[in-house]
């Protein structure tokens, strides 16, 4: 498993994160054997929020439930939760008041004492970036907090927090995958009359804005085909990209999983990605892919049968 120190901090983190969104319904040796599967293949850095779960907190107390960490235990890994979802309307509530009461929250639900990242979960239209920097230098000085990230965020929404904020924003979390990216074809299309990946959206360059800022970028659904509508891999309808990907992991003897997020881990911006199932083997096969060494024209070669790129 490859593992990089993350900007901003001292956090030694695996480029691969198990998300842990699914586990509300599951026993405590599922969420056991889940996370063990996580562990054995070297990703002690786990994903939460606030919303996930039939209830506010319930997929954070399920973890805590299960596996009981000690306190030497909880040293040994990297726990990041999100907060800014309010599942009642649904509405976005960036206020002090609600981000402190959400942290409270997911510190009691977990059973610790201090969260490693906290992100804002989707940009809340409404904010106010001064009460935003009074929660987060409140929670910081408690030691409830040690870094602080977003999530969905564009380039501008980025700097509008940081010119109030004393703390550097350390991650963003965005939707990735070979099939959905956006964000990445943008780039390659640029300055190009007609392709539709060539018109900038949400500001543009958010990849490049990540990279020249040092702020992790953190892949979420990389298996999804688009946005919640099934994933592409034994898909149909992606029968050119699953031929190259089959083609692949037979030469590097991995899974399709293990291909599809060494696509993301390839990159040199240094993402990371976050799994999103409940099976520890897709854990253990998506995992294998962190070190795959794709050629650059192999990496093109999937870019292209996703019909991202123009000749």
């Not at 063990?36 to 997929?59: M, P, Q, S, V």
């Not at 990041?80 to 976005?92: E, L, N």
């Not at 898909?235 to 003897?253: C, G, T």
Request: with cysteine; hydrophobic share 40%.
């Amino acid at each position: 498993m490859k593992q990089f120190t993350m900007p901003h901090t001292q956090i030694t983190a695996p480029n691969v994160v198990l998300g842990l969104m699914r586990i509300a319904e599951k026993s405590d040796e599922e969420i056991r054997t889940l996370v063990r599967a996580a562990r054995e293949a070297g990703i002690d850095f786990f994903d939460h929020a606030d919303i996930y779960g039939d209830t506010t907190h319930r997929c954070e107390e399920r973890f805590a439930e299960a596996m009981q960490l000690t306190s030497s235990e909880r040293e040994q890994v990297t726990i990041q939760s999100k907060a800014g979802i309010v599942t009642d309307g649904p509405y976005y509530d960036y206020s002090y008041d609600h981000l402190i009461r959400s942290v409270e929250g997911s510190l009691r639900a977990l059973g610790t004492d201090y969260l490693d990242i906290l992100l804002l979960h989707r940009p809340d239209a409404l904010v106010e970036p001064e009460e935003v920097a009074r929660a987060f230098d409140e929670l910081q000085a408690a030691g409830k907090v040690k870094h602080f990230g977003v999530s969905n965020h564009t380039p501008r929404q980025i700097e509008l927090l940081q010119k109030h904020l004393d703390q550097p924003i350390v991650a963003n979390q965005l939707q990735l995958s070979i099939t959905h990216s956006t964000f990445i074809a943008q780039g390659v299309s640029a300055n190009m009359q007609g392709p539709d990946q060539a018109i900038v959206r949400d500001g543009g360059g958010i990849l490049d804005f990540c990279r020249l800022h040092d702020i992790t970028v953190q892949a979420w659904s990389p298996f999804q085909a688009r946005f919640f509508d099934g994933v592409f891999l034994g898909h149909p309808e992606f029968a050119e990209l699953n031929a190259v990907i089959d083609r692949l992991a037979a030469k590097y003897d991995v899974t399709p999983e293990g291909i599809a997020t060494t696509w993301i881990t390839r990159h040199p911006a240094q993402m990371q990605v976050v799994l999103g199932t409940t099976t520890p083997q897709r854990v253990s096969d998506s995992a294998a892919g962190s070190e795959v060494p794709l050629t650059r024209a192999e990496w093109y070669e999937l870019f292209r049968a996703a019909g991202w790129l123009v000749p």
